[in-house]
């Protein structure tokens, strides 16, 4: 095992352990509701132009939103086990995250949500430069990170790896380099909505998703972020 997989051991095995329980517990509820429903706004729009192309979801766990692409990517086999089972006529390997080569396919789009936090700084690196060797050019790689920004006004400090990285739009755009070019970004998650009423939660969606795209998107839990490989 290289140094890279040991050191993405615990968050595959942390995966494999929820993978029979994780669409109910993250997504089963009206909170993962309503952010699967912000997240999916985001993705269909940033897509749109490359319906019709090879799409890969990089961290596809057991498949939520490979009704969004073509392609499935992750390091966790039981979470791979569960999303073969509900898309058995898409390809999905079982490969860390800078594995897409062995698709042997270039791709038009890539994204990759809800991984990015568990890494370090030269983890991400990679993934970024991995996802630039698989794009045609005028491709994107989307992907989201938590606000910086927002977790200090708000004091949060995550224990361990475990969403441990936060960026603010400044170092994404230090991250991300001369090689690519930033396309689009904005914030995901204004209000929170942990502590509202459920009943409430369906009324702000709107408003979560305008406030995203104004200059709020840094008060965001989370930053999305669209790289397009030049042309």
């Known amino acids: 095992m290289d140094r890279r997989a ?15 329980r ?3 517990a993250r997504f089963g509820n009206s909170y993962g509701r309503y952010v699967d429903a912000q997240e999916r706004r985001v993705l269909c729009r940033w897509l749109a132009p490359f319906q019709g ?3 890969l979801d990089v961290a596809c766990g057991t498949g939520r939103l490979l009704d969004l692409a073509t392609h499935g990517l992750d390091a966790s086999p039981a979470m791979v086990r569960i999303a073969q089972e509900k898309h058995p006529q898409k390809p999905i390997r079982c490969a860390q995250a800078t594995g897409a080569g062995g698709f042997r396919t270039i791709f038009d789009a ?4 809800h991984l990015l936090m568990h890494m370090a700084p030269a983890e991400i690196a990679d993934v970024l430069h991995s996802g ?3 794009l045609r050019p005028g491709g994107v790689l989307i992907f989201d990170i938590p606000s910086a920004l927002r977790r200090r006004l708000t004091g949060f400090r995550p224990a361990g790896w475990h969403g441990g990285t936060a960026l603010t739009l400044r170092e994404i755009a230090a991250m991300a380099g001369p090689r690519w070019r930033i396309k689009t970004t904005r914030g995901v998650l ?6 509202l009423p459920s009943r409430v939660r369906p009324l702000l969606r709107p408003l979560d998703d305008v406030a995203g795209a104004t200059p709020l ?5 989370y930053l999305f972020c669209c790289l397009q490989r030049p042309q």
Do not use: M, N, T, W
């Open 6 to 20: 040991e050191e993405a051991e615990p968050l595959v095995q942390y995966y494999d352990r929820l993978a029979g």
């Open 22 to 24: 994780y669409d109910a």
């Open 53 to 55: 192309g090879s799409i």
């Open 110 to 113: 890539i994204f990759c949500l």
């Open 132 to 134: 630039f060797e698989q």
């Open 190 to 195: 204004f209000f929170p909505i942990h502590r």
């Open 217 to 221: 998107k840094p008060l965001c839990s």
